[in-house]
Every structure is written in structure tokens, then in C-alpha cells.
């Protein structure tokens, strides 16, 4: 019989994913074993793999675990006077971890592996579809609540502020100043979602087509 990991199902697949996500950041990915997390944990591996029957599937728990912080952010958000503000300035906080050194080399690895491997392509695609909705409902909520105009598409626009925090990592990756970054970042949100009202000549966000086709053909 295998040696069950301690605590509740839920708490034991948060303390393994953990462990799992600190290894990947010790060793890398590709050189990580299962082995090796079942000893970070001191546990057989056939318990390990009670849970997560892969390294693909450790790698979906850590990105679910991510989600739900940037779930709780984007709420927190909506609950301030300037949404935008407050979700950049988290953004700004999650990145001081992202860029250290070997969180860095442990992203860029990933994505080298993506390249070759379906498996993690399919979690990195399914990860990005949920950014997506997440990031669409955070749109649809602002226009909700009157905090940006109602005849825009929300679907493209999520699309679109989206893509900006995607390439202010990736400009944080490669080096950039974080304050720069961080400046633009809010400027360029800025634009994209400008408040109901905007004067005459600023940048407007784009309109829904006629009849509410979408836009862009991204997930449900």
C-alpha cells in the first residue's frame, strides 16, 4: 500500500503542487521527477501519484492555484475606486516573484517544452483560454457597473488588456525597468477602457459590431 499523503484531499494536493512548483523552480522542469517530489514530500510515490499522475498534471494544479489568486485580485479590484490601478499594482507585486532569476528560466523552459510536447501545450492553451474568460468577465463587470462605455466589445477588449500584461511580462523577462513597464502598462489599460464620456479626440475603445458579432473567436 502506498503511503498517503497527510491531510484533507484538497491540502494535500496544495502541499504537493507546492513542493512540485518549488522543485521546478530548484531544478527545472524537465529535470524534476516524480521521484524527486514524493522525497520533498517523504512520500512513496505510488501516493503521488493518487493525485497527480503526471508532471503535466502537477504543472495544471499550479496554474489553477494561479487563477485563483488572480481571481481574487480582479475582485478586489472591482471593489476599489480605480480598478485599474489596483490590478496593475497587483500585477506589480506577482511580478517581483516572477522575475527572479530562476522563476524566469523556469518560464522560458516551459514554453521550449510547450514547443515539442502536446501535453504542455494543452495545459499552457487551456490556461491561457481561462485567462481569457477571467479577463472578459472583469471587462463585462466594469461596463456593468457603469465604469466604462456600454457600446463596446467586450470580448475584444479583454482580448486586448490581455495581451498588454502577457507583453509587460514578457518586456520584465527580457530586462525592462519595472516602474517603466508598470507606467505604460496602466497608460496603455487606460486607453483601451477610458470612462463613459470621454472627451472628443480621446482614445476610445472598440465598438461592438452590429448585431454583437464577435470580434475575435476566442473561448467561452
Known amino acids: 500500500m502506498p503511503k498517503v499523503v497527510p491531510g484533507y484531499?484538497?491540502?494535500?494536493?496544495?502541499?504537493?503542487?507546492?513542493?512540485?512548483?518549488r522543485l521546478f523552480s530548484e531544478k527545472g522542469f524537465r529535470a524534476t521527477t516524480m521521484d524527486?517530489?514524493?522525497?520533498?514530500?517523504?512520500v512513496s510515490k505510488g501516493a503521488l501519484y493518487l493525485y497527480f499522475p503526471s508532471k503535466v498534471d502537477l504543472l495544471r494544479e499550479i496554474q489553477a492555484g494561479s487563477r485563483r489568486v488572480a481571481r481574487s485580485w480582479i475582485a478586489d479590484a472591482l471593489?476599489?475606486?480605480?480598478?485599474?490601478?489596483?490590478?496593475?499594482?497587483?500585477?506589480?507585486?506577482?511580478?517581483r516573484r516572477m522575475l527572479e532569476p530562476k522563476e524566469t528560466a523556469l518560464w522560458f523552459e516551459i514554453l521550449a517544452e510547450a514547443a515539442h510536447d502536446p501535453a504542455i501545450r494543452s495545459a499552457l492553451r487551456f490556461d491561457h483560454d481561462e485567462d481569457r474568460r477571467m479577463m472578459r468577465r472583469f471587462v463585462a463587470e466594469l461596463e456593468r457597473q457603469g465604469r466604462i462605455a456600454s457600446d463596446t466589445?467586450?470580448?475584444?477588449l479583454a482580448f486586448l488588456v490581455l495581451g498588454l500584461f502577457r507583453g509587460a511580462v514578457w518586456d520584465l523577462s527580457v530586462g525592462y525597468s519595472p516602474t517603466t513597464t508598470a507606467r505604460l502598462l496602466r497608460a496603455a489599460i487606460r486607453t483601451i477602457l477610458p470612462a463613459p464620456g470621454a472627451r472628443s479626440g480621446e482614445a476610445r475603445p472598440p465598438r461592438a459590431p452590429s448585431g454583437r458579432s464577435r470580434a475575435f473567436p476566442g473561448p467561452r
Do not use: C, H, Q, Y
Open 9 to 21: 484531499k484538497a491540502e494535500a494536493r496544495a502541499r504537493i503542487a507546492n513542493a512540485a512548483e
Open 36 to 42: 524527486d517530489v514524493a522525497a520533498r514530500l517523504g
Open 79 to 95: 471593489a476599489r475606486p480605480d480598478p485599474v490601478d489596483a490590478l496593475v499594482s497587483d500585477f506589480e507585486r506577482m511580478t
Open 153 to 156: 466589445d467586450a470580448e475584444l
